[in-house]
């Protein structure tokens, strides 16, 4: 009998092809941005030891299963889940999980699309020496001057959007190829560079006892739950993004070693990142807790007073703008290839759809740092309350829903076969961890965290 995967085949040929789109998809705004303030607001260390193991013993499993269900399914992920649980002789309804993933995925995008928006206005703000010489205090007061004009905030929102919408109107495997390939080395080094630089006009070892030397009274169970949910960020998990890159796997590789690599990767690239930040935030005493804009103040300062900085400065927003890009077409990707399989719209036109409906969705956030600046919605801003929704309970509850579906619901052989390359044991350590780790994992954080607030 022909399986799923054999009448349905498209893939990457190459290992390395595969794994630097998923790096790509993978490596965005969660590393550079929302990491390092993420740690600042937690505490640090003891946030970060967290996240870690969030990472090895849920996201990770989670991650793997999700691709190995992409690379059964060959599809969209609704379909995928739907023609998967018609093997595995379970209800359709589980094709929710591809809905629930699209949906979230869109709702993800119209913030991170503002985010982006920010570090493309960077680039030209640095290169253009705006912050020459300048003070913390002058970066702060220069990026509140920026949050408060909600115009060019929506320029460059639209501006991120139409990239993303140009990259995946041609197709992820044409599209994020390349840009991944050259994008992923050159981040690498300008980091490295970047902590390099900083560790020596900052303060360093303030930043290392900061990351490194945990406290874990300062960990509250809200910590804990951002730990998590920024474990599926980062991942790009719960989305169904996943799903929609294992179509593309190629056939005969180890998925596992694959995810390894892009594990790595992605965890390196945060702590460089804090590495990089870090360092100047504590000799410039900017409060680590002061939230979103934590990048946005302590980078420009930094570069600000560098001979040539403005153009280094200009580098590293451009890189922080190509990054995003990669991500926000993972994000895009389930509901467009839905669109242009199921519906058989062309895929420009799936594309042009998705993405007016994430810049309509986006004028919530991009109005909540000035117009709508008083609304709160459980004493946060529209902006906070959907990164919050969205990455504390969409995504793990996402990455919960696929984990008892890959773990339970499907058949073994049949995870078996689509894993063969890997040896027994570590199969089957992944299975035992998937269905015994991650999934009441997720629960156990959630019910710690929300039963603690309604009881
Ligand atoms: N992992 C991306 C980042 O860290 O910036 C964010 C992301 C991309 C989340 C794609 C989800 C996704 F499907």
Redesign the pocket.
Known sequence: MKTLSQTKSRGWRRSWSFVAATTG???????LW?FSYLAGENGGAAFIIVYLVCILLVAMPVMIAEIVLGSRGRSNPITTVQDVSLEAGVSTWWQGIGWFGCFA?LL?LSY?SVIAGWSFAYISKLFAGDFDATSAQLAGDQFNAFLAEPQSMLEWQGLFLLIIFLTIAVGIRRGIGLLARLLMPLLFVTLIALAVYSSQVGDFQAAVNFMFTPDFSSLTRQGVLAALGHAF??????????IAYGAYVPDKRSITSMVSVVVVA?TLVSLLAGLAIFPLVFSLNIAPAMGPGLMFVAVPYGFGNMIYGNYYGALFFLMVSL??IT??V??MEPATSWLSERLRWWRPVAALMVVAIVWLLGLASVFSFNEWKGISIAGMSIFSALDFFTANIL?PAGGLLTAIFVGWKMRREVLRDELYVEGRVLFSLWYWVLRYIAAPGVLVVFLSSFLKEWV
């Open positions: 998809a993978t490596i965005g705004l969660g590393n929302k995925g993800v991170y960020f980062t991942l790009s998990i719960g989305v169904g993004a996943m992605d990054a995003a991500s926000g993972a994000l995504l």
